[in-house]
């Protein structure tokens, strides 16, 4: 592939190769500087970030799409094409191309969106209820904007501790407290606070604002949440609203909580406890109107033994704590989730009832993420009937589970050996009178010397 190169004023301030480049790619593109801070979004990106340009223009590109191949082309240096990955609960194919200046030195990068909401177009060609020749963009843009935000009742599961967190999430979702929800990765934190914001705003209007507090470094941060006054600082030019205000009397959902930087935490839960909060700069009391809801998949109890989570903020926001249990502490789940994920995603596929035990088995530590992406895996394969071996060798699952071996079983092992070699010495390694003398018969004598990895030609020497 021929690289594209750039001046660094050019990055900036796009020339026609840039503008050019933004115009014909067929769906959202964006530019961002070398450490992946975006610069420049076409006009469609709104409909997949769910945000005006201004809005995610200055934010890293891994706080609008957290699984962005970016981080890999930068330590690469190549494009990163047809990536197929989820953003804002969309399946997209992406291309991530790096942009060099003359030295060759990587100053940016620009990112494509080539298709999103594969699963529709899937749907809609299968069912052929939609001509593609005549495809209406607008109609397209509705299908798949429609995706970007859930309820509770997206939330799929059947055991019982899904079913009590749905309850609880509901009861909750009527008051205003603070939410934290707790859960690994890919167990369904979005999908909840995302759940609970819809269920508490009905009339679907009011905003549901997200920061992750990992993407972005803790001195933009403040003025992100908090927004900043005129002059603050330098570089301020003009008042910016934080996310405290843009997110009015709706939700704000701040990602990973648990990586908040200490000083922040103090002045996020002074925000909470007095319902008003300035910006930075500023000296006006702002009221928060906002519901706050916080994910984390931190241990939480461990960071406050550290000294670097602060209790009293672990405290207002648990008032109303969700647990989200790991998918391996709901089994029953998987067989729904795939049929879920067979009929969201429009997968060809279906597996032997050996093919589900064994994902049943399996432990999922990307939990319903990982589960997802593994049955999209499968249907790229092009096998409809997902057998027990595909499912091993896919998950990296060994063909015999090893046996579980305890401390005493060793001990045991060690003994057997030493017994068997004193023996073999003792009847000048003749396996014969060995065996006679250990009372088994040969076979098995043979088999020990097998299983316990007995060298009987070391003994020779
Ligand atoms: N119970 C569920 N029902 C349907 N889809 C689910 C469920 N749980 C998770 N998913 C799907 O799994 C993926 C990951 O979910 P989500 O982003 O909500 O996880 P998360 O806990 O916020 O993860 P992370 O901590 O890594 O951000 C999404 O595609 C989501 O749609």
New binding site residues.
Partial sequence: MEKIRITRDELYSPGPLLQGIMDLAFDESCIMDKDGYILHCSDSSPLIWNRPNEESIGRHITELD?ASPYPQLLATGEAVLGKMH?IN?MSCITHMIPLFDQEDNIIGAFGVIIFRGIEKLKRLMRDNSFDFDTKSKALYDQLSRAEAH?TLS????ISPA?QEMLRFAQKVAVHDYPVLIR???????????SGIHTASHLDGKAPFVKINCTAIPSTLLESELFGYEKGAFSGAYSTKLGKFEIAGTGTLLL??IGSLDPALQSKLLRAIEEKEFERVGGNTLIPLRARIVA?T?SNLEQKMRDGEFREDLYYRLSIAEIN?PPLRERRE?IPV?ID??IAKDALDISFTPEAMHLMQAYDWPG???Q??NFAAKMDLLERKRITEDAVRHALGIPDEPAVERSPIEDRMDHFEKQLIEQALLENGLNISRTAQALNMSRNTLYARIRRLGIQVKKHLR
């Fill in positions: 957290s989820i609960g859930y997206d939330f799929i599961g899904v859960g690994e990765t890919g167990c369904g934190k979005e999908i909840v606070s990602d990973e994910c998949n989200i789940d989730l879920y994920f939990n319903v993420r589960l997802r």
